[in-house]
């Protein structure tokens, strides 16, 4: 009796704990757990050289720059549009906006990969792979704004909305009007990075086979079919329209597609280093996937919302490898279905519900907050950013960020001397011959217009060495003189300054540029 007592002296606690535990609503977890994963990036202007621009280009736009002839990049219009509500707030608030849009996008895709487990009888792995996918993110480079981050939960809500359901039939207004929505938020989520492009056409393809499961006749499956690819591409449509409005239909064109096709590939070794950066993190959710859905065959139990979850994930993953330079924020649109196959085998596996998945987030815990703050140790915090930013000054004239960090012009507010800001595209090799211009006559124009100051890094790995001599000679040439070197993380930036900095030019849109 007595040890019965003492038994129950010891559980009551504990039966009380999980009890309270389970009280706690989901979503105030997911909450929660995003905010202390991602708070040491909170306020960081430099936590991605990506994102910087993004943002850079966003204050621009609503300074009056047109996208693709005033600033140029190959990123969609609407990556640029989404960044423009924190880029209006500017300095330093509009780092934290964006930084908390992208936490609520993380969250909410989590949300969504809980509730589709939830509809799809995984429940008791629902939160498991809510919480992987969050903590997921930082080891893949994903605890900023990459663009993934945000166009994630579109297409997320896209698959949400084409789940089938018990009571689907052909002709039903509203299962047709929920597909032409999923087909929009696909076509949305193409306009902020068309890495989508593989996943939109998959899901595009099974809302066909959907329809003919149906009894849907084939002109019906043929109509509705133009209907859900016309839904998809209209904003991309509507981009190309406007440019063409605008009388920049080429700039827009060559951008967004024929610059794709232009840029040069890495080396092979590079290749295969940066690929291996991409699978590491991927790996383990591509397993546990795998087991999860090889269980649920054998025992007869992959339905048609198994079928189309696995199938997003193939798609997934053949966008990643289809494109062929990688980034290890490449990895995050897989890590969403993939975080899905985690929920089938938590949900239906014992050991994996409670030995795997405790064990895998605790590992992906570590391994996130170590690449977070070692990403923060080699490419600098606010503070350090805030110190190269004042050696550079807000004052007359223009900057020209050769090699380093674009949030530079953010920062300073200074004039931009070339429509390509971004650092990496007229000093990278890869980018030769893929912008429309020439990288070396680019570096001449810009030094007829005489830069204020000029910043530069040292060599890095894939730099065209022949723009930097170019531009090397443009400084001992021009008489400009070291201002002072700043260490930003690990990165030591110098600053040029010209003898005469009235002398800037700033630049002007020209009608025939890019070509």
Not at 23 to 34: D, G, I
Not at 57 to 76: N, S, Y
Not at 236 to 252: E, Q, S, V
Not at 371 to 388: D, I, K, P, S, Y
Request: aromatic fraction near 10%; include cysteine; hydrophobic fraction near 55%.
């Amino acid at each position: 009796m007595a040890t019965r007592i003492a038994t129950l002296g010891i559980a009551e606690p504990k039966a009380g704990l999980a009890a309270a535990a389970a009280t706690v609503p989901r979503w105030l977890v997911l909450v929660a757990v995003a905010v202390a994963v991602r708070a040491a990036t909170f306020g960081n202007p430099v936590v991605a050289v990506d994102e910087q621009f993004y943002w850079v280009t966003a204050r621009r736009m609503l300074d009056g720059a047109l996208p693709f002839v005033d600033i140029w990049d190959r990123k969609p219009i609407g990556l640029f549009l989404l960044y423009a509500p924190a880029a209006a707030l500017g300095l330093p608030w509009g780092i934290l906006a964006y930084q908390l849009m992208a936490l609520a996008c993380a969250v909410c895709t989590a949300g969504l990969i809980a509730r589709i487990a939830d509809r799809v009888g995984w429940s008791a792995g629902a939160l498991p792979a809510a919480l992987l996918y969050i903590l997921m993110l930082n080891v893949a480079d994903g605890q900023g704004g990459q663009a993934p981050v945000f166009y994630n939960l579109l297409v997320i809500g896209a698959v949400a909305l084409m789940l089938p359901r018990a009571d689907d039939r052909d002709g039903d207004p509203a299962r047709v009007g929920r597909n032409l929505l999923a087909m929009l938020l696909a076509g949305l989520a193409l306009q902020v990075k068309y890495t989508v492009l593989f996943e939109g056409l998959f899901l595009g393809l099974w809302l066909l086979r959907r329809e003919a499961m149906l009894g849907a006749s084939f002109v019906h499956i043929a109509r509705r079919g133009l209907g859900y690819a016309g839904v998809a591409m209209l904003p991309t449509l509507l981009a190309g329209a406007t440019y063409a409005k605008l009388g920049h239909f080429d700039a827009w064109f060559y951008a967004n597609f024929g610059s794709i096709l232009d840029r040069k590939s890495d080396p092979f070794i590079d290749l295969v280093g940066a690929f291996c950066e991409v699978m590491v993190p991927l790996a383990p959710l591509l397993v546990l996937s795998g087991l999860g859905w090889a269980r649920r065959q054998r025992h007869g139990e992959l339905s048609d919302a198994g079928t189309l979850l696995l199938g997003w994930l193939i798609a997934a993953m053949l966008g990643l490898i289809v494109f062929g330079s990688w980034f290890p924020h490449y990895a995050l649109p897989a890590m969403v279905p993939a975080s899905l196959g985690c929920a089938a085998f938590f949900a239906h596996d014992r050991i994996g519900r409670r030995i795997v998945a405790p064990a895998l987030l605790g590992i992906a815990l570590i391994a996130g907050t170590v690449c977070v703050f070692a990403a923060q140790a080699a490419r600098g915090n606010a503070a350090q950013f805030a110190t190269l930013a004042d050696a550079i000054g807000k004052g007359r004239g223009c900057l020209y960020v050769h090699s380093g960090d674009s949030m530079l012009y953010g920062a300073t507010g200074r004039c931009a001397l070339s429509p390509w800001l971004f650092p990496s595209h007229l000093s990278r090799q890869r980018e030769n011959g893929a912008l429309g211009v020439d990288q070396i006559e680019e570096v001449d124009r810009i030094f007829a217009r005489h830069p204020a100051v000029v910043v530069m890094r040292p060599p890095f790995r894939g730099e065209r060495l022949a723009v930097r001599v170019r531009v090397q000679h443009y400084l001992h040439r021009l008489g400009y003189t070291i201002r002072g070197t700043y260490l930003l993380g690990r990165v030591p930036i110098t600053v040029y300054a010209a003898p005469a900095i009235a002398a800037a030019v700033p630049f002007r849109r020209a009608a025939s540029r890019p070509a």
